[in-house]
């Protein structure tokens, strides 16, 4: 169908606060990356899912954030007290497992105050 | 520790000229590089992907990879504006979990 959607695109919120971020991977697809870009850098990877696979949670910066896949589509990461350097935009990713052409969402532009 | 480096630029071409944009990692165990493109304010795109050592064409963009010598490349022939942005390179370890790691991409200008 579609391809990867991510909501909201744009979130402001206020230093301490949790938000949640969700994406809904291209239907089918059965890897579901986080990764995270701040203004000028690279991409930063945070966790992946492979089917029903105990999710690779290496990337995740602290213990503030945390991702879930439910039902292996839809995923949500969560940060928790947010802080002024959780301020990125987070790029959710999907591909068929073992191709490894990644897909990306449009990406959810977070702003912590 | 996987490293992919680039230069970060920006690289400056004039319309209808080749960009060349590297990059060169760090782990032997690569198997697997791509490059991705990313307007400014989008997401990454794949533009190309390459597996074995040599070169790789599609239409105006060529990959070539070069194991022994760790590196990856982009050419991009006859450049047109609607090229400027950034090219982000990405590799992927054998045996590992699929994973890419990415470089922090080069950021190209192609000038009328």
């Known amino acids: 169908g579609a391809g990867v959607s991510q909501s909201p695109s744009n979130k402001v919120t206020e230093k301490g606060k949790d938000v949640e971020l969700r994406c809904d991977p291209i239907s089918g697809h059965t890897a579901l990356y986080w990764y995270r870009q701040s203004l000028g850098q690279g991409l930063e990877f945070l966790i992946y899912f492979q089917g029903n696979s105990a999710p690779d949670k290496s990337g995740l910066p602290s213990d503030r954030f945390s991702a879930e896949r439910t039902g292996g589509s839809v995923s949500t990461l969560t940060i928790q007290r947010t802080q002024q350097e959780d301020s990125a935009v987070y790029l959710c990713?999907?591909?068929?497992?073992?191709?490894?052409?990644?897909?990306f969402g449009p990406g959810t532009r977070l702003l912590v105050l | 520790q996987k490293e992919v480096e680039q230069n970060s630029g920006p690289l400056s071409v004039p319309e209808g000229a080749i960009a060349s944009l590297n990059c060169t990692y760090s782990?032997?165990?690569?198997?697997?590089f791509f490059w991705y493109r990313q307007y400014s304010g989008k997401s990454p795109e794949l533009i190309m992907s390459?597996?074995?050592?040599g070169d790789k064409e599609d239409g105006r963009f060529t990959a070539q990879l070069n194991k022994a010598s760790q590196y990856v490349s982009l050419l991009i022939r006859d450049s047109q504006p609607s090229d400027s942005a950034t090219y982000l390179c990405?590799?992927?370890?054998?045996?590992?979990?699929?994973?890419?790691?990415f470089g922090r991409g080069t950021s190209l200008i192609v000038h009328p």
């Open positions: 990405a590799v992927i370890v054998s045996g590992g979990s699929y994973i890419p790691t």
């Open positions: 990713a999907s591909n068929l497992r073992f191709v490894e052409t990644q897909y």
């Open positions: 390459i597996y074995s050592n």
């Open positions: 782990d032997r165990g690569s198997q697997s």
